[in-house]
């Protein structure tokens, strides 16, 4: 007999290799969990216990818990296609709209009464509590599964994998792939919604910031155009998935894909220089993006287009507009919120702008971190016709900041990195693992940080995007991407070490796990060489001529 203390059943004697799912079947819970945690290591719910312990129950309110919530939803979605239209290929995109976008190729395109079966579809599979089962079996029968459903993106991956067997999910006769775990129910989803958007369709789940009820359905068409925009680039670098990168890399391509892919970017930053030229009434530029966005070395750039454009930029500090500490607010712990744009002082930054644009000379404050006071005295300037001011930062597409300066002077860019790669048609890649994975390596390069420290930090930056930068990303007049399809495939030689020193006592050992999994589906690319120096990545990495080593 084995004891464990388990999360809303207490502690209990169990027959050992009794798995986490009989112990909820017996007291009538399968439905309300999704994984469990084990020595903060994440667990099917198919997990046979062998030993004490203490088990720990996820649900929904949980990061890892939502995972599995979102990609149970999206097996139950593509089962439904399929059941609708017989020889349809889903395709799961990347978010959008509050929810995820999903392209369902058939014979006919998509029309909202198609989301409408769907959608009832979706509620049958659900209301009849069906088994999800999980099954680790050979490569090659898996290869042959899916070689019949017509998975090629997996098959392309499949010749990567190191291990002969892999785990496979079977939902009423389906098969498929997911990279991390499904409930072993369809009634574990309680909740959803979905959306037309065509050509696709938005999948809605619960969500935090609305007390994990399905959110109101924002279209953020800016948004859609950036990753229609990213998928064309994928299609003229043929790379779509995973995969298809390791085929490249393998037939020595490598060069070839870095020079396309920073031509691309360059090709959009110079686009943007243009059109802010276009408008001659323009006099301020901001430039706001999520945390490891790229946002130093895109400034950088778009500053030399703009001298190409015969434009004389100049870059003004938002940090040394910081209220006195004392005068700072703080959040509801009693903290000083130094990410709240009540931090600034916007009414004096608002008057210096404006003189500035009137060609007035004048005196930029500077505000000194170790006392936490604004300091007089500071550097004079004056600008010409010739000169537009670059701000870059946290606030800059938030009307608020800027509310004094006419609308026909600014110029907002919104930057993120929204990866383009997916791991095949039904695992995406989201883009704030893209994001982490580019601050691990240079909180670790530049600032001595550990990933440890890193994850520790993660939360709080995540959730200080979500109240300041990502609700205002449609106010943007042009938007960047500044992923790089190659980029993990150099990333994952600098992260991975980093990664492996959490140990499995710290709280962020599941999620090390998870980013080292995710990182070995990539074919690495070890010569940096090949890379420019006034590449994103560079950022990150090292070697960009636009930061002091």
Not at 311 to 319: C, G, H
Not at 339 to 362: H, P, Q, T
Not at 464 to 469: D, L, P, T, V
Not at 513 to 536: A, C, G, Q, V
């Amino acid at each position: 007999m084995q004891t464990v203390n388990i999360t809303e059943v207490g502690k209990i004697k169990i027959e050992k290799g009794t798995s986490i799912y009989d112990i909820l079947v017996k007291h009538n819970i399968e439905k309300k969990y999704l994984c469990a945690k084990i020595k903060n290591d994440i667990k099917h719910m198919n997990y046979e216990i062998t030993e004490d312990c203490d088990i720990e129950l996820l649900d929904i309110e949980d990061k890892d818990g939502f995972r599995v919530y979102q990609r149970t939803l999206s097996f139950i979605f593509i089962k439904a296609c399929i059941d609708i239209f017989a020889e349809c290929k889903v395709s799961i995109e990347h978010s959008l709209n509050k929810g995820k976008y999903v392209e369902i190729s058939k014979d006919s395109p998509l029309t909202a009464s198609d989301v409408d079966k769907i959608k009832a579809r979706i509620k049958e599979i659900i209301d009849m509590n069906l088994k999800i089962e999980r099954k680790l079996i050979d490569l090659q029968k898996a290869d042959a599964i899916f070689k019949k459903q017509g998975y090629t993106d997996k098959l392309r991956l499949s010749k990567y994998r190191k291990q002969d067997k892999m785990h496979v999910y079977i939902l009423d006769g389906l098969y498929d792939k997911f990279y991390g775990y499904l409930a072993p129910l369809t009634g574990c989803i309680h909740s959803f919604d979905l959306k037309y958007f065509g050509p696709g369709v938005i999948i809605q789940f619960p969500r935090k910031e609305n007390n994990f009820k399905i959110p109101k359905y924002e279209e953020h068409k800016k948004l859609a155009k950036i990753f229609k925009e990213t998928e064309d680039w994928a299609e003229i670098l043929d790379i779509g998935y995973v995969g298809a990168l390791n085929d490249k890399i393998s037939e020595g391509l490598s060069g070839e894909i870095v020079r396309i892919a920073e031509a691309l970017h360059e090709k959009k930053i110079a686009y943007i220089a243009d059109q802010i030229c276009e408008k001659k009434s323009v006099k301020l530029i901001l430039i706001a993006g999520p945390s490891s966005s790229g946002k130093t070395t895109f400034a950088q750039r778009l500053y030399t287009q703009l001298r190409v454009n015969e434009k004389r930029p100049v870059s003004i500090s938002l940090d040394n507009y910081f209220v006195n500490r004392v005068d700072t607010p703080k959040d509801k712990n009693g903290n000083y919120d130094f990410e709240s744009i009540d931090a600034i002082d916007i009414v004096k930054f608002n008057e210096d702008l404006l003189n500035l644009m009137n060609g007035k000379e004048v005196e930029l404050p500077i505000f000194n971190f170790k006392t936490g006071k604004r300091e007089k005295e500071g550097i004079k300037l004056q600008i010409d016709e010739s000169q537009i001011i670059i701000i870059e930062g946290i606030h800059g597409l938030n009307e608020k900041l800027t509310s004094m300066i006419p609308h026909e002077k600014k110029f907002k860019i919104y930057i993120s990195a929204l990866t383009q790669l997916n791991i095949d048609n039904h695992n995406r890649i989201p883009t704030t693992d893209t994001r982490l994975i580019r601050r691990m390596v240079r909180d670790y390069k530049y600032r001595g940080n550990s990933a440890q420290r890193t994850l520790d930090l993660w939360t709080n930056v995540r959730n200080g995007e979500e109240r300041n930068i990502f609700p205002y990303q449609e106010e943007a007049d042009a938007m960047f991407n500044s992923a790089l399809v190659y980029e993990l495939s150099v990333l994952k030689k600098h992260a991975k070490p980093l990664l492996r020193e959490i140990h499995q006592n710290s709280e962020h050992y599941s999620e090390s796990k998870r980013l080292l999994k995710f990182l070995d589906y990539f074919k690495e690319i070890r010569d940096e060489s090949i890379i420019p120096n006034t590449s994103i990545i560079k950022e990150f990495i090292g070697g960009s001529c636009y930061r002091e080593e």
